[in-house]
T-cell receptor, first 112, second 118 residues
Framework: TQLLEQSPQFLSIQEGENLTVYCNSS?????LQWYRQEPGEGPVLLVT?????EVKKLKRLTFQFGDARKDSSLHITAAQPGDTGLYLC????????????FGTGTRLKVLA | EAQVTQNPRYLITVTGKKLTVTCSQN?????MSWYRQDPGLGLRQIYY???????DKGDVPEGYKVSRKEKRNFPLILESPSPNQTSLYFC?????????????????FGPGTRLTVL
């Protein structure tokens, strides 16, 4: 069974600090996605990484896909209160089905 | 406006009373899916559908049924709800023409349905 493990589970930081969230698996993924979920809403896609070693930037957010395509990271520079939310990584399984799996999530709180 | 809608948003029911949560999308997406979200467990896929009349089990299908008679609708049915099905449920859709392993299309999520089974 493919699993996605995220760390840390919870993160509370001051505005302006940097942080990194990790998404790890023992299995290879063809692609990984990062979503952000705010209270009372469904997850919203931030980015999809496809190629091993790929780095994508979305304003102050930097996403990296591991060379072996087994892990990914999300780095936020100079965090702001608006970054507060639940960050989820997700990817399609490689079992020949149409299943998707999600990581357990990282709950981020940025204090003003 | 492109969207996924779910109804109801909140539901409190009792053990054994059959219920249906509806899901509809207006983006002509082939792929639709149901997830449940529980604290510390992330989102877990219940069922998914690749297209009309084609559905398959996700990781936690026990106690749930689905149907896909029309492309836009994908209802989730709980024939005999139990307290361990108390959860936050999300429906999602994406355009996806091939095997998931080759696809990285964005999933659009509904606003969620908070279900409590007493």
């Amino acid at each position: 069974t493919q699993l996605l493990e995220q760390s840390p589970q919870f993160l509370s930081i001051q505005e302006g600090e940097n942080l990194t969230v990790y998404c790890n698996s023992s299995s290879v993924f063809s692609s990984l996605q990062w979503y952000r979920q705010e209270p009372g809403e469904g997850p919203v896609l931030l980015v999809t990484v496809v190629t091993g070693g790929e780095v994508k930037k979305l304003k102050r957010l930097t996403f990296q896909f591991g060379d072996a395509r087994k892990d990914s990271s999300l780095h936020i520079t100079a965090a702001q209160p608006g970054d507060t939310g639940l960050y989820l990584c997700a990817g399609p399984t490689t079992s020949g089905t149409y299943k998707y799996i999600f990581g357990t999530g990282t709950r981020l709180k940025v204090l003003a | 406006e492109a969207q996924v809608t779910q109804n109801p948003r909140y539901l409190i029911t009792v053990t054994g009373k059959k219920l249906t949560v509806t899901c509809s999308q207006n983006m002509n997406h082939e792929y639709m899916s149901w997830y449940r979200q529980d604290p510390g467990l992330g989102l877990r896929q219940i069922y998914y559908s690749m297209n009309v009349e084609v559905t398959d089990k996700g990781d936690v299908p026990e106690g749930y049924k689905v149907s896909r008679k029309e492309k836009r609708n994908f209802p989730l049915i709980l024939e005999s709800p139990s307290p361990n099905q108390t959860s936050l449920y999300f429906c999602a859709s994406s355009s996806q023409g091939g095997l998931a392993v080759y696809s990285y299309n964005e999933q659009f999520f509904g606003p969620g349905t908070r279900l409590t089974v007493l």
